[in-house]
């Protein structure tokens, strides 16, 4: 079945660059996203990439795909205080109702 | 524009009784969904609707039904809350050609 694993916490000192993992199962998928949540609000969706691509950059944020090993990742640079959320990797599949399979969610935590 | 709401925002409900939460979006998509968030798990989904008029089970349907009698609004009903339904419950909406899921700040739901 499909599955999609992250670790579940993450601490970063400000300034320093965080690396938030990801690992599914279902290699069938169109789309993979990155989503962020912060405390009491709903999801907001950060970057996705498109299965056929290994790597998408927008700013900050850095999305690399190995689609062999089934990886994703999320590389935040310059991380901030802000950017302490929590962050689910995601997965869609295209046709019929376009499902997503979610993480469990990495949360992070950045220090001084 | 106020993208995709949910009403109410917390409530607390006994054990059997029933309840309707409400999500509307105002971004003339044709697909909506409902989700249930758990600690330590992604999000997982209830029941999903890919027009007006339209409603089909996701992943954890048991306890839950819905009802698409407008093309901005999704309801889901809790006939007769158990326990177990204590969770925080997040609507989505999506373009059926986009590749976006757009989400509401979250309904938090405890049922004792």
Known sequence: ?112 | NAGVTQTPKFRVLKTGQSMTLLCAQDMNHEYMYWYRQDPGMGLRLIHYSVGEGTTAKGEVPDGYNVSRLKKQNFLLGLESAAPSQTSVYFCASRQATGNEQFFGPGTRLTVL
């Not at chain 1, 079945?1 to 660059?17: H, I, M, P, T």
């Not at chain 1, 690396?19 to 709903?42: F, H, M, R």
């Not at chain 1, 802000?82 to 019929?96: K, L, P, Q, T």
Request: net charge negative; with cysteine; aromatic share 12%.
């Open chain 1, 1 to 112: 079945g499909e599955d999609v694993e992250q670790s579940l916490f993450l601490s970063v000192r400000e300034g320093d660059s965080s690396v938030i993992n990801c690992t599914y199962t279902d290699s069938s998928s169109t789309y993979l996203y990155w989503y962020k949540q912060e405390p009491g609000a709903g999801l907001q969706l950060l970057t996705y990439i498109f299965s056929n691509m290994d790597m998408k950059q927008d700013q900050r944020l850095t999305v690399l795909l190995n689609k062999k090993d089934k990886h994703l990742s999320l590389r935040i640079a310059d991380t901030q205080t802000g950017d302490s959320a929590i962050y689910f990797c995601a997965v869609g599949f295209s046709g019929g109702y376009n499902k997503l399979i979610f993480g469990a969610g990495t949360r992070l935590a950045v220090h001084p």
